[in-house]
């Protein structure tokens, strides 16, 4: 950027104490705090009209008179791209986390949810994860459960690791011995295909073969259309949604009202993080940078997880723009590890 040259050595210094100092104590900083907090060996005089220059150039500002200086979001960016120190988890939290990814969860679905789940407890602020979006899903098996005399639970499970099911009301009655024998039936003709991949014929002679209605057939295979659709559609997850109200700068109401129900627009959020990874595997949005109003006080971190090149998802930790820059960077990236870890465990080489 073209401020990035705008500040020397000094200044730079003194921005990264005052965005310190605020970042631990939400609390504007005056020039004696960091006098005293910090070996500068600069006078508070100097280090005023330091943090006049600082104001005028737009990096930090004043909310009130006789306060100490705030943050700008010039100031937030400039920390995050040149000042910001990358702190590294604590032994017992690398130790906690792998603790619970290694609990060799088989399902994709399940593992982004646990990951976003340790997210939001590792850094206290709101977590999202986005599951990779496939465009083919390959069905592995189809399994059909009877939940009463009419009632049928068809769960699909495709290559990619998701699981998902219908239930599905038919309009005779069948035993648990006819649902397992089409079951079988149904395996044998999807399995290793996708929906695309079953024609007509082959669903009538699956019909004649078992000599059951062309009804309880389409239900059937509409239900295995549903669930294979779902499975390639992203999935949204967000965990800590509230925390957003222990930090002071919501404390009024209606502004932390605003951001809950921002929260709650899953679409909203996972279009806002797919903008945020389009153009780079990693970033940091601050404030009046994201485009939605209710954003503006607030901070995206996002990463995409999964090979390069292959199908990819996403993770994200949305706070205040007072946020830990640090600890939470160094927590996706962490996570992002594991995450690409445990996918090739799974998958092998064919995500």
Same mark, same amino acid.
């Given at each position: 950027? !073209?401020?990035?040259?705008?500040?020397?050595?000094?200044?730079?210094?003194?921005?990264?104490?005052?965005?310190?100092?605020?970042?631990?104590?939400?609390?504007?900083?005056?020039?004696?705090?960091?006098?005293?907090?910090?070996?500068?060996?600069?006078?508070?005089?100097?280090?005023?009209?330091?943090?006049?220059?600082?104001?005028?150039?737009?990096?930090?500002?004043?909310?009130?008179?006789?306060?100490?200086?705030?943050?700008? @979001?010039?100031?937030?960016?400039?920390?995050?791209?040149?000042?910001?120190?990358?702190?590294?988890?604590?032994?017992?939290?690398?130790?906690?986390?792998?603790? !619970?990814?290694?609990?060799?969860?088989?399902?994709?679905?399940?593992?982004?949810?646990?990951?976003?789940?340790?997210?939001?407890?590792?850094?206290?602020?709101?977590?999202?994860?986005?599951?990779?979006?496939?465009?083919?899903?390959?069905?592995?098996? !189809?399994?059909?459960?009877?939940?009463?005399?009419?009632?049928?639970?068809?769960?699909?499970?495709?290559?990619?690791?998701?699981?998902?099911?219908?239930?599905?009301?038919?309009?005779?009655?069948?035993?648990?011995?006819?649902?397992?024998?089409?079951?079988?039936?149904?395996?044998?003709?999807?399995?290793?295909?996708?929906?695309?991949?079953?024609?007509?014929?082959?669903?009538?002679?699956?019909?004649?073969?078992?000599?059951?209605?062309?009804?309880?057939?389409?239900?059937?295979?509409?239900?295995?259309?549903?669930?294979?659709?779902?499975?390639?559609? %992203?999935?949204?997850?967000? @965990?800590?949604?509230?925390?957003?109200?222990?930090?002071?700068?919501?404390?009024?109401?209606?502004?932390?009202?605003?951001?809950?129900?921002?929260?709650?627009?899953?679409?909203?959020?996972?279009?806002?993080?797919?903008?945020?990874?389009?153009?780079?595997?990693?970033?940091?949005?601050?404030?009046?940078?994201?485009?939605?109003?209710?954003?503006?006080?607030?901070?995206?971190?996002?990463?995409?997880?999964?090979?390069?090149?292959?199908?990819?998802? %996403?993770?994200?930790?949305?706070?205040? %723009?007072?946020?830990?820059?640090?600890?939470?960077?160094?927590?996706?990236?962490?996570?992002?590890?594991?995450?690409?870890?445990?996918?090739?465990?799974?998958?092998?080489?064919?995500?």
């Amino acid at each position: 950027m !073209v401020w990035e040259h705008e500040l020397n050595e000094r200044k730079k210094i003194i921005l990264k104490s005052i965005i310190d100092d605020y970042i631990q104590t939400a609390q504007p900083v005056g020039s004696r705090t960091i006098a005293r907090k910090h070996e500068l060996n600069l006078g508070s005089a100097t280090i005023r009209n330091e943090m006049a220059d600082l104001e005028e150039l737009g990096y930090i500002t004043q909310p009130h008179t006789s306060a100490g200086r705030i943050p700008s @979001d010039k100031g937030y960016r400039f920390y995050v791209d040149h000042l910001m120190q990358i702190h590294g988890l604590a032994n017992e939290e690398i130790l906690n986390i792998s603790k !619970v990814m290694d609990d060799r969860i088989e399902e994709l679905n399940q593992l982004v949810k646990r990951a976003c789940s340790i997210i939001s407890a590792v850094t206290g602020y709101t977590s999202v994860v986005l599951t990779p979006q496939f465009s083919k899903a390959v069905i592995r098996s !189809v399994q059909l459960v009877g939940v009463d005399d009419k009632r049928v639970l068809v769960v699909v499970v495709a290559d990619v690791g998701m699981v998902n099911n219908k239930l599905v009301k038919l309009e005779e009655c069948f035993d648990e011995a006819f649902l397992t024998r089409l079951s079988n039936s149904i395996n044998q003709l999807m399995s290793g295909k996708t929906v695309n991949q079953i024609t007509m014929p082959m669903l009538l002679e699956l019909q004649n073969g078992l000599n059951v209605s062309s009804g309880v057939v389409f239900h059937i295979m509409e239900a295995v259309a549903e669930c294979v659709k779902k499975i390639e559609s %992203t999935d949204v997850y967000l @965990d800590g949604v509230t925390n957003i109200l222990n930090h002071p700068e919501f404390n009024d109401l209606l502004k932390a009202r605003e951001v809950l129900e921002l929260l709650k627009e899953e679409e909203v959020i996972a279009a806002m993080v797919k903008s945020a990874v389009k153009k780079h595997q990693f970033d940091v949005r601050i404030g009046s940078e994201n485009e939605i109003d209710q954003m503006k006080e607030l901070s995206m971190v996002t990463a995409q997880y999964g090979r390069e090149g292959r199908d990819i998802g %996403t993770i994200g930790v949305i706070g205040p %723009t007072r946020m830990t820059y640090g600890k939470v960077v160094s927590s996706v990236q962490y996570i992002k590890q594991l995450l690409n870890k445990e996918i090739v465990r799974i998958f092998g080489d064919d995500l």
